[in-house]
């Protein structure tokens, strides 16, 4: 299913760049710019929030912000 819904999307996406719907956009040809390391672990991530001087509540927020996203993913995978 993943693998359909993949082709999918590269299907419309090739399409709508045959069409010039990605030209002139804001940052056209420059690469992008991330503002956390997704390599790192959530925690790691936390850790380093907290060592910038982000407030603890900003990150608990954050974390259940995440937290429900992954509950949602996994609820939705369990009906699959």
């Known amino acids: 299913m993943k693998l359909a ?3 999918i ?3 419309r996406i090739e399409a ?9 956009l804001p ?9 956390e390391d997704m390599s790192l672990s959530l925690e ?7 060592a910038l001087g982000q407030k603890d509540d ?5 974390r259940h912000f995440l937290e429900s996203i ?4 996994l609820r939705k ?4």
């Open 5 to 7: 819904l993949s082709w």
């Open 9 to 11: 999307a590269d299907q």
């Open 16 to 24: 709508a760049q045959q069409r010039g719907e990605f030209r002139n």
């Open 27 to 35: 940052g056209e040809g420059k690469p992008l710019t991330f503002d």
């Open 44 to 50: 790691s991530r936390l850790v380093i929030r907290r």
């Open 58 to 62: 900003e990150l608990k927020d954050r």
């Open 70 to 73: 992954q509950l949602m993913r």
């Open 77 to 80: 995978a369990n009906r699959s």
